[in-house]
């Protein structure tokens, strides 16, 4: 499997709190099946805003750490941005991260409002040829009350992102049968844990894939877990 959400750089977001929690938190991660991993710190204003070249080299300090541990799992870098008017000229100024350095931009919209920047920020990326991908569309209480919100999206060619940990009901009941709705009818793209700490999501990797299992069949399954996200990291685009 291949991840591409997570907030396993340490001193950063509300993630990992020092390099021995993301050097547990990889370990886990590689118990679980995980090959690769996208690093994907917040990047919200004024809150967290640690530059590309910080987050790159505490990811550096990480990998190599990784390798003398004999880890085999790669690394590598983006962001979850959260929906602000100025993405492009963060990922100029390299501000962000783009999703392993590819057209590919993981963004997040607020939980519980919808805003207007969702149709005009996605627009403009989607006209500077960035591929734009949603995170955790479940999450959102909109999206929770009327799932066609998420229409004009799919018309863009926008990707969507689902928390594996959505099936067990991490964030509510809501959330689980949104992201079941929206597996069902193969509108997920990718799944992926954002985790943000130990003995969390990784951990409970058995558990997720058997409910996964009852939902996502064969191809399906086989995309939304990692041939998706190796497109992701190669910069293919499939939509
Ligand atoms: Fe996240």
């Not at 940990?165 to 009941?173: A, D, F, R």
């Given at each position: ?14 993630g ?34 640690k ?55 993981l ?57 594996y ?11 689980k ?63």
């Amino acid at each position: 499997m291949i991840d591409l959400h997570c907030h396993i750089i340490y001193d950063t977001d509300d993630g990992a709190k020092d390099i021995e929690n993301s050097i547990s938190m990889i370990k886990e991660a590689f118990q679980a099946g995980f090959t690769k991993i996208c690093c994907t710190p917040h990047y919200l204003a004024p809150q967290y805003v640690k530059s590309k070249q910080e987050n790159f080299e505490k990811l550096n300090i990480i990998k190599q750490r990784v390798k003398e541990e004999n880890i085999d799992i790669e690394l590598f870098l983006g962001n979850e941005i959260y929906i602000t008017n100025d993405i492009k000229e963060l990922i100029k100024t390299e501000e962000v991260s783009t999703m392993a350095n590819t057209n590919y931009v993981l963004v997040e919209f607020p939980m519980m409002f919808k805003t207007y920047l969702a149709e005009s920020e996605i627009n403009d990326l989607i006209s500077r040829k960035y591929n734009v991908i949603i995170a955790h569309p479940e999450r959102y209480s909109y999206v929770q009350k009327d799932i066609r919100f998420l229409d004009s999206l799919i018309q863009k060619g926008v990707y969507f992102q689902g928390n594996y940990e959505s099936l067990l009901g991490k964030y509510g009941n809501q959330a689980k049968k949104t992201l079941i709705k929206l597996i069902k009818e193969k509108k997920i793209d990718f799944l992926s844990s954002d985790n943000h700490k130990e003995n969390s999501t990784y951990t409970k990797m058995n558990k997720i894939i058997k409910v996964l299992k009852k939902y996502a069949k064969d191809e399906y399954f086989d995309n939304i877990t990692k041939y998706n996200q190796e497109k992701v990291l190669k910069n293919i685009v499939f939509k």
